[in-house]
C-alpha cells in the first residue's frame, strides 16, 4: 500500500517502477502483477479521509470521558452495596434483639436471635434463625413441637411488628397448638401491640376471645341456617 501510494496514478511501467523506486531488477510480468494487486488493494480502502485523525481524537476523548464516567458509577454502586449491608446489618442486630424479648416472653426462659447469611452457593442464605430452649438444647426446626414451633413463629412474627408495624395483620388459627398457659401469654403480647397494630385472630381459643375487642363469628341455629354474630365484650353487661 505505501508502495503504490508513492506512484500516485494507475497504468504504471514496470521499468519506470523500478528505475523510481531503485527496486531491485526482476521480472516486468511479475512486477506488473504485484502493481495491480497493490492497487486493487487501495480502491477497495477506498478514498483517503484527510479528518481521520482529528476524528479519532475526538472519538478517543468522548472514550475516556465514558470510561471516567462508569469507574465513577462503578464506585459509586459498591458504596452503595457497603450502605445496604450496614443497614441490613443494623436491623438485624434491632431484629434479633425483638426476637429474643419474644422468645423469653413466650416460652418464659430461654433466648433467640437472628443471623445474617451471606453465602452465594447457597440458594437458602439469608436469615437464620437460633433458639435456645429452656432446659433442652435444640438441634434445628424439626428437634421442636409443634407448638414450640408456633411460638417461635409468632415471635418473629411480633419482633417485626415491634421493628416496623402495619396497619393491620391477620393470624389463622395461630394459636391452636398452644396450652392454655401459653394461649394467655400469645393474648397478652396481641393486646400489647393493638395501639399500632390491629389483628383480625381465626380462632376458636377462649384465652385469645376473652382479649379480644370485637368478636365476630357463625353459628348453626335448630332449622339448620347459618347466623352472622357480632358484638363487643365490654358490652356485655356484668352479673352480680
Not at 365476630?216 to 357480632?230: A, I, K, Q
Request: one cysteine or more.
Amino acid at each position: 500500500a505505501e508502495l503504490a501510494g508513492r506512484l500516485g496514478a494507475e497504468g504504471f511501467d514496470p521499468e519506470e517502477l523500478v528505475k523510481r523506486e531503485g527496486l531491485p531488477r526482476g521480472d516486468p510480468a511479475e512486477l506488473g502483477r504485484e502493481l495491480r494487486r497493490v492497487e486493487a488493494e487501495l480502491k477497495q480502502l477506498g478514498p483517503v479521509n484527510p479528518l481521520a485523525q482529528a476524528e479519532y481524537e475526538r472519538e478517543r476523548v468522548e472514550v475516556e470521558k465514558l470510561a471516567a464516567e462508569i469507574a465513577d458509577a462503578e464506585s459509586a454502586r459498591a458504596e452503595l452495596l457497603r450502605g445496604i449491608r450496614r443497614l441490613e446489618a443494623e436491623l438485624v442486630r434491632e431484629l434479633s434483639a425483638g426476637f429474643d424479648r419474644m422468645v423469653r416472653e413466650l416460652f418464659g426462659a430461654g433466648s433467640g436471635r437472628l443471623v445474617l447469611t451471606d453465602d452465594p452457593s447457597d440458594e437458602r442464605s439469608g436469615l437464620e434463625l437460633v433458639v435456645r430452649l429452656p432446659g433442652r438444647r435444640v438441634d434445628g426446626p424439626g428437634a421442636l413441637s409443634g407448638g414450640e414451633r408456633t411460638l417461635v413463629t409468632l415471635a418473629l412474627v411480633l419482633a417485626l411488628l415491634g421493628l416496623g408495624p402495619t396497619p393491620l395483620c391477620l393470624l389463622d388459627e395461630a394459636d391452636a397448638a398452644l396450652d392454655e398457659a401459653r394461649l394467655v401469654k400469645f393474648a397478652g403480647l396481641l393486646q400489647e401491640f393493638a395501639d399500632r397494630t390491629q389483628f383480625v385472630v381465626v380462632t376458636h381459643s377462649r384465652p385469645t376471645m376473652e382479649r379480644a375487642g370485637a368478636l365476630f363469628g357463625l353459628s348453626l341455629t335448630p332449622e339448620g341456617v347459618s347466623r352472622l354474630f357480632s358484638f363487643r365484650l365490654e358490652d356485655i353487661p356484668v352479673n352480680g
